[in-house]
């Protein structure tokens, strides 16, 4: 072999030792590079529980005077005077109208003066029939005497029966020319004024609306009422009875009206116009901030549902199908399921079903996790004054990643 036969053959073999070399030491790289596994995302826990807890569904409400008493005159006759405040508050008794009592005042006196007449002319045929009676004995007078005299002592006495009967209709219509207020309560505007001819029993004068105590009236539709009846039977719903139902009433600002009121009469049947149940509460209103005709809604308040099972409310997740939780299954490994979230107690969601007494429900860290990966779950204390001051977060664990639960549907608020 020549010289430079020998120098190429050492210069290739030099060339692929250091190929060699680099790719050792490039598997070398490769393998010291290699990421390390995740670790397993640590997620907060609650246990559900399930407890007693009240049921209080809520309905849209309507005030009503407990007496809406309509105002007309009992005789026909010339408008005098209106005597009341329009709108304001009258007694039982105060006089509200003046019709002019000259009329019926001299149909007053006169139907006294028959009443006069008529006993005058009774005393005479009393007289005379105790004056024919004894002569008849001694054949001094015909039994057609007596029989006359009798006659007209009975016509006397039905003459005087008359005339008091007309004297009570004319002392009515006499009293009844000052129209007086029969309740006490708010008083509508008058319909008429001073010189109008009122006719008796057809012209509404005027309203006066009794306000202490109020009615409020709400409709339950029956797709409630038939959704009751199934959570007696299924979630053990107590009801006390519609006579031990009570009302919590909510102004329209969302303050609480200080007086509870009593439900004190419901239909018998449904309304075939809106298909619901009306239902009728007496509300005290001694201060007269309930209005007739003003909505409000109204809380049931007396029904407890027992097994109740309670979630915090950043548990329950907005999926594609509906409300879902995430539940921490065997071995530690993520479920998810879809639930039936029910309503709100207090901050916390009432799961009708999806979710089982004992199972721990994810609160946190949802964008660490997915369906049947494993986590490592942390129990968090919740309780209502934690969730309250922090809105929804407990306060001995902050999120560190900053989760927020979306707003739950309106449909289900």
Known sequence: MSFMGIYLFRSFALLMTSAAIAAVLGCKDDVGSAPSPPPTPQVEVVTAVARTVPDEPEFIGQAEASRPVEIRSQVTGLLKAVLFS????????????????????AAYKSAQARIAEAEARLVQAKQDLARVKPLLAEQ????????????????????VQRAQADFIKAKFDFDNTTIVAPITGLIERSRYYEGRLVSAQTDLLTIIHRIHPMYVVVNVPETFLLKRRQDAIAVGLQHPGLTQLKGMVILADGSIYPHEGVLDFTDVGLRTETGSRRARFVVPNPDGVLLPGQFVRVRFKGTVKDHALLVPQRAVQQGPQGPIVFIVGEDDKVEIRPVKASSWQEQQWIIESGVRSGERVIVSGFHTIRPGAPVHPIPVAVSPDNLEQNNGTPNDVADPAGDRTPEAPKDQQ
């Not at 329009?86 to 005042?105: S, W």
């Open 86 to 105: 329009e709108g304001r508050e009258v007694k039982k008794g105060a006089k509200l109208y003046q019709i002019d009592p000259v009329p019926f005042e």
């Open 140 to 159: 001094a007078v015909s039994q057609k005497d007596v029989d006359d005299a009798i006659a007209e002592d009975l016509a006397a006495k039905a003459a």
